[in-house]
């Protein structure tokens, strides 16, 4: 059974940073793309930022780059995501997920796991 487990996320002032990790379990993580997304109120799911298996490439969504770094532990199968600069703009429910195919980072339905989510508050 895949297990996607988000944590990290909690109430920041504008400026500030967090780290949010995504802890995985059920698959060989060392074979999958790996992302992150987020959904804020009333609106859509957005892409954040997303790396590839070997951890060269790594891609990020417009709103968040020079902002947010992703990155990858295969040994411990673990995700993160580094957000430093934070607006209030980045509040939102912020999802990990799995793409088994290596297909487009940037749309949610190449991932086929995703986890729970963990809630982002930026405070102006």
């Known amino acids: 059974q895949v297990q996607l487990v988000e944590s990290g996320g909690g109430l920041v002032q504008a400026g500030g940073s967090l780290r949010l990790s995504c802890a995985a379990s059920g698959l060989t993580f060392s074979t999958y793309t790996v992302g992150w997304f987020r959904q804020a109120p009333g609106k859509g799911r957005e892409f954040v930022a997303a790396?590839?298996?070997?951890?060269?490439?790594?891609y990020y969504g417009d709103s968040v780059k020079g902002r947010f770094t992703v990155s990858r532990d295969n040994a411990k199968n673990a995700l993160y995501l580094h957000m430093n600069s934070l607006k209030h703009e980045d509040t939102a429910v912020y999802y990990c997920a799995a793409d088994p195919f290596g297909g487009s980072t940037y749309f949610p339905s190449s991932y086929r796991y995703w986890g729970q989510g963990t809630q982002v508050t930026v405070s102006s």
């Open positions: 790396i590839r298996w070997t951890g060269s490439s790594t």
